[in-house]
T-cell receptor
Framework: GNSVTQMEGPVTLSEEAFLTINCTYT??????LFWYVQYPGEGLQLLLK?????DKGSNKGFEATYRKETTSFHLEKGSVQVSDSAVYFC?????????????FGQGTTLQVKP | DTGVSQDPRHKITKRGQNVTFRCDPI?????LYWYRQTLGQGPEFLTY????????KSRLLSDRFSAERPKGSFSTLEIQRTEQGDSAMYLC????????????FGPGTRLTVL
């Protein structure tokens, strides 16, 4: 089927720790891949994206590389901050018909402690 | 640019009542999406508009749900005869020129059906 699977949370880290949130997808063709973030009390915001294989998306110290061979788009950050505490959603585009609708994973909650 | 806005932010209603939500996309964004998000899950696609044309509807959108975008600008989502299972966050997103352009999300309308 067509889906997005993320590692389950919550993920709890100390400040300055290394972060990895795993994301894998199933799809026909080569979708665009996204990471969205939802801070407490706020709406979904695009964090980064990649539109083709081997592309690396990056923003605010976060990175993710589009791996076609492993159908993955893992999110990484070298040193997390308390302000990174949020829910992170991996998503892929779905090119059915003319729509660019997104298919989301279930979300991973990150808690960063000082 | 004020971003995507949604109204109301919160709605509490009794089972069987009708509710209507409004979404104002970013100015000049041709593409508008509605998603539904339940607790602990990622958003799920409901429906998509390109300008005023509704081009795709999810199977999640039962016949109690109807959406419009009459002038290709704001959109409304109506739920008739609400059920407790309709309780969720309803998200609106818009994108600019291509269906594959980045989607920008509004803050959502949280519906509680008692």
């Amino acid at each position: 089927g067509n889906s997005v699977t993320q590692m389950e949370g919550p993920v709890t880290l100390s400040e300055e720790a290394f972060l990895t949130i795993n994301c894998t997808y199933t799809a026909t063709g080569y979708p665009s891949l996204f990471w969205y973030v939802q801070y407490p009390g706020e709406g979904l915001q695009l964090l980064l994206k990649a539109t083709k294989a081997d592309d690396k998306g990056s923003n605010k110290g976060f990175e993710a590389t589009y791996r076609k061979e492993t159908t993955s788009f893992h999110l990484e950050k070298g040193s997390v901050q308390v302000s990174d505490s949020a829910v992170y959603f991996c998503a892929r585009s779905s090119y059915s018909g003319n729509t660019g609708k997104l298919i989301f994973g279930q979300g991973t909650t990150l808690q960063v402690k000082p | 640019d004020t971003g995507v806005s949604q109204d109301p932010r919160h709605k509490i209603t009794k089972r069987g009542q009708n509710v209507t939500f409004r979404c104002d996309p970013i100015s000049e964004h041709n593409h508008l999406y509605w998603y539904r998000q339940t607790l602990g899950q990622g958003p799920e696609f409901l429906t998509y508009f390109q300008n005023e044309a509704q081009l795709e509807k999810s199977r999640l959108l039962s016949d109690r749900f109807s959406a419009e975008r009459p002038k290709g600008s704001f959109s409304t989502l109506e739920i008739q005869r609400t059920e407790q299972g309709d309780s969720a966050m309803y998200l609106c997103a818009s994108s600019l020129g291509l269906p594959t352009d980045t989607q920008y999300f509004g803050p959502g309308t949280r519906l509680t059906v008692l």
